[in-house]
Structures are given as C-alpha cells and as structure tokens.
C-alpha cells in the first residue's frame, strides 16, 4: 500500500496520533525555554537556579509516568487522551496563575507530565500497537505533530511576547487543549480497546514471546539502549532549554536563533518520514547504532561557529537524528519485546527520556552558572552520543539473533 492509500485508509487513527504530538508541544521544552527570560527576569532566577526548578518538576513527572503510563495497555486512547489533555490545559491556567517561584517546580511537572509525558506516550503506543507492518510509517506521520509545533509555536510565541503579557499567552494555551478535547474524541469513536488489539496483532519479540516490563527491566539489551534514550531527550532538551543563553554568546539575537528552528523542523520531518519507511523494510536493528552520529556532528559544528548559516547546516544534522529518534526507538520495543505490554515497557522507557530532559538543562544551567557556556559544553556533549552508539552497537548486534526472524 502507498503512503496516500496509507493515510486514507487510516486517517482518523494517523490524525488522533499528530494531534496529539502537537498537542505535546505545551509541556515541551522547545515551547516553555521561549518564556525562560521572562520568568528568570519575573522571580530573579538564575540558569542554575531556572535548570534547577526545571529538573525538579521534570524528574518528578519521569517518576510518576513509570505508573502512570501502564494505563495505555487498559484503557483506550479517546478516553486517556481526552482527561490528558484537559489536565495539560489546567497546568497552562496554572503557569498563568503562578504565584511565585515555589510554586514554578509543581507547574513544571504539570506541563511536562500531561505534556511531554503522556500525551506522547498515549500517541506512540496507540501507533505501535494499531499497526504492525506499518508501524513505522504510522509513527512518523503521528510524530508530525511534535514537528509542526517545534516549527510554529515557538516563532509564534516570540511574537506574541512582544504584543501580550506572558500569562495570558498561557491562558491562549489551554484554551485551544480544551477545544482539542472534543476534536480528538471525534476522531477516535471507532477505536478498539487494547486488549482486543494486542490479542489480535500478536507481534511477539525476541525468543518468539511477548515481554513483561519487569522481564524487559532485567534484560541487558535495555540497558544497554539506555545511553541512546537519554542522549538526545538530555542535550537537545537542553539546546532548546538554553536557546536565550546561546544566543546571547553567540552574537545573534533570540529572533534569528529561532529563524532556524523551520529549517529543523522541515529536515526533522524528511527524517521521520524516511526513517518510517526504511523500518517497515529493513526492521529497527540496523538503524539503531546510527541515528545518534549526526546529532554528534551537528553539536560540535553550532558549538564551534559564530556563523548562523553554519548553525543552520548544524541544526539540520541534529534534525536527521532527531527526526529518526521520534520513529525508530517506539518501533524497537515493539519489535525486540513484542505488542502485549508495549505500554508498560515503552512507559519505562519514556521515563528513562524524561529523566534525560531533566538532567539536561540541570547540569547545562550549573556548568553556565560556573563560567562554562553552552557553546563550549557541545563539544564536549557530542562525544557522549558516540559513546551511546557505540553501546547500542555492541547490544543489537547481540540481540538480533535472538529474534524469531532474521533481522
């Protein structure tokens, strides 16, 4: 089947999964570091002290998603995706309402819980499961939306900053979540539980069987997978998470830095779409150890230029890996570990990610704090994505002979 009979064919479930990833966008990091400077200025933070209160909130909503996000191998995505998004529209009024810097680090678990957490949690696991031989098109289709958002809502949110009180940018916000809630349990009324699904599909993993989280935990493949997860959540979380800091040092103004961030998403996008289209064909084990090498080039090139062209062709590696990363790693757990507890295994690996994007702008925001700037610490940052490939090298190479088919 061609892509445009693929979408036809499935256009309901493909558009529930973008509207949900762009939906995503309002506890994303990309979205909340546009209003890092009016916050920082508003309660008198400094990066150590915004990377602090940002890592705080964000680890905690990694803890809390390790429960939470096993409710997607019970419960159905309209409804799951419905109480999701109307929690991600109180935490908008909530960092609207802020009353002070206290209370910034239970926003940020909030946003970055119902945001980045579930939201997109509910969306990969819904594709993984739905679909089995094309899986990998259906993941780079519903992770559109994460790109459309990281295309349009920042730019669009500079701009608003200069025209509107930043509070009431937020208050924007969870209006349109609320308006979304309906729209999406439109599209999902013909959903099927996912029991009945996973009992249908019956894509086992390695040794021929379907893995338990807690099985799935114990298995040296996972953790050796672990750098790989963590490395782009961490440092791209923090690219974006110190986007007004980099700026800055680098001579350029927040617009122009911005400016860039289409062209990311453009190539984020072709890399998605690529990366689906080669899974569906070759299967995840080949890809895996090489998505994380571009991400490597394009942090040593933006770290080393003051050229904003230059950054650009930067961005765009970061986008190769980036966009592949969105598709490649939701395909592996249901490949290597089977679709019955996709939900429970892909929940501890989300976290794993959520975690990362703490631990990011923390250790990003002290190292500024301590006279290093960002763009001195890319360098430095890229050798830890080759060190993550090597060890996802060394693990597929391992595992994929234990899988019941040749890979």
Known sequence: ???????????????AGALLTFCSSFGQTYLISVFAGVIRAEYGLSHGDWGLVYSIGTFASAIVLVWAGVLTDHFRARLLGAVVLTMLAVACVSMALVPGAWALPIVIFALRFAGQGM????????????????????????????????????????????????????IAYAVFLLLMVPVLTRLLRLERTPQSVAAESQAVGMLDRHWTRGQAFRHWLFWLIVPMILG?????????????????????????????????TVFGVISMIVSGWVIDRVGTARLMPMIQLPM??????????????????????????????????????????????????????TAVMVFGSAVGPLVTGYLIDSGINFEDQMVGISGYFIFAAVLTWIGVSRARRLLPYAA
Request: charged share 10%; proline share 4%.
């Open 232 to 264: 782009p959540s961490a440092w791209s979380t923090a690219f974006f998470f110190q986007q007004v800091h980099l700026a800055e040092t680098k001579g350029w103004s927040h617009v122009q830095l911005v400016s860039l961030f289409p062209i990311f």
């Open 1 to 15: 089947m061609g892509i445009i009979q693929f979408i036809r064919a499935n256009a309901p479930f493909l558009a």
């Open 119 to 170: 939201t997109t949690h509910i969306a990969v696991v819904a594709m993984a499961r739905w679909f089995v031989v094309s899986r990998g098109k259906a993941l780079s289709i519903a992770s559109m939306g994460v790109a459309v958002g990281e295309a349009l809502l920042p730019l669009l949110s500079v701009w608003m900053l200069d025209i509107a009180p930043w509070r009431g940018i937020w």
């Open 296 to 349: 490597a080039l394009g942090f040593v090139i933006i770290g080393l230029t003051d050229g904003l062209a230059i950054a650009g062709f930067g961005m765009v590696l970061m986008a190769i890996s980036q966009g592949a990363n969105s598709t490649l790693p939701n395909a592996f757990w249901a490949e290597f570990y089977g679709t019955r507890h996709m939900g429970a295994i892909k929940a501890m690996a």
